[in-house]
């Protein structure tokens, strides 16, 4: 099950009803990042969830509006007194930007900060799912993220494996730590593991196989989708995708839900795009920031 909160829906710049581009995604106790825009930190602050608890900041590209809001997280983070380390992967170039910006801030972290550099196909490991980079097409260095969770482990019957002798309690807890106890082992009262569910944050992009091949069979697509249907051109031209192509993306790789983000502040009415992209793929929504949505495999829904 994941918590996928939409942070920042904007593009470019801010407007009054979009702030810019950040998804935090929740599994477990976890939190991730992907993208960091401007105002990030106070979006957190006015959310459900907690600044204190990401464990990792995952940066598509190196355009302002995906990054800018890193320098204040990470020092309101520290002002809040966090030890535990945080993990901020991107693009090359990202540790320098780091290194500028917490120097030209006078910001001063207590805590330990792991820069990495994406790479196609670099995973990252965290508590119960891992996330893996892949290339996307966008004129610079440019990424895309999928998440993972890992296999969850499958039903305890405790009704039958109090039928076999085994007491509530510390046999229990050897049982489902994978442990034979009186004779009865894991596999006869644990049903087989079942899936986690899985994600894929597009970043900037034009339509591209990579992106397709990442998204397929994915619970949630989170796809940038700048421009309308009836603006390929532009869309081609600034190197973005249109509602309709992300559509188009969802519909081939068979995600089960497609979430639209990074709008233009042209588009005053979201139904717009939301209607064109339903046309081509009928589960495709368009969040508001601030909207939440818990997905599990056998359901989608708002929170």
């Known amino acids: 099950m994941l918590d996928i909160l939409f942070l920042g829906t904007g593009a470019s710049i801010p407007s009054r009803d979009r702030a810019m581009p950040c998804v935090a995604v929740r599994s477990g106790s976890e939190i991730v990042l992907f993208d960091c825009g401007e105002g990030t930190q106070r979006q957190m602050m006015l959310s459900p969830l907690s ?12 355009h302002g509006d995906h990054f800018l809001g890193l320098p204040g997280l990470l020092q309101t983070m520290g002002l809040s007194g966090r030890k535990d380390k945080l993990l901020v992967c991107g693009p090359a170039g990202l540790a320098t ?13 207590e805590y330990e900060v792991q820069i990495e550099e994406a790479a196609h196909g670099r995973s990252f490991d965290f508590k119960g799912f891992s ?18 969770q890992k296999p969850v482990r499958g039903r305890f019957d405790k009704e039958k494996a109090i039928e076999l002798g085994l007491r509530p309690g510390p046999d229990f807890t050897k049982l489902q730590e994978g442990e034979t106890v009186k004779g009865v082992t894991p596999e006869m009262v644990i049903g087989p593991s079942r899936p986690g569910c899985s994600m894929v944050y597009s970043g900037d992009t034009v339509k591209c ?7 397929s069979g994915t619970d949630a697509l989170i796809h940038e989708s700048t421009f309308s249907g009836g603006e390929s051109k532009l869309a081609e031209e600034h190197l973005h995708s249109t509602s309709v192509q992300a559509a188009e993306t969802a519909s081939e790789c068979g995600c089960r839900v497609l979430f639209l983000i990074h709008t233009s502040n ?4 979201k139904s717009i795009l939301e209607k064109e992209a339903k046309a081509v793929f009928d589960r495709s929504v368009v969040p508001d920031d601030m909207d939440m949505y818990k997905v599990s495999k056998g359901n989608i829904k708002k929170i």
């Open 209 to 215: 196989s990579g992106l397709t091949m990442a998204a």
């Open 266 to 269: 042209r588009y005053d009415d």
């Open 97 to 109: 930007v780091m290194e500028v910006f917490l120097k030209v801030c006078e910001g001063k972290i």
């Open 51 to 62: 600044f204190m608890k990401i464990k990792g900041i995952f940066i598509s590209h190196m």
């Open 131 to 148: 996330i893996t980079a892949f290339k996307t097409e966008h004129g610079i260095p440019s990424f895309g993220y999928k998440l993972t």
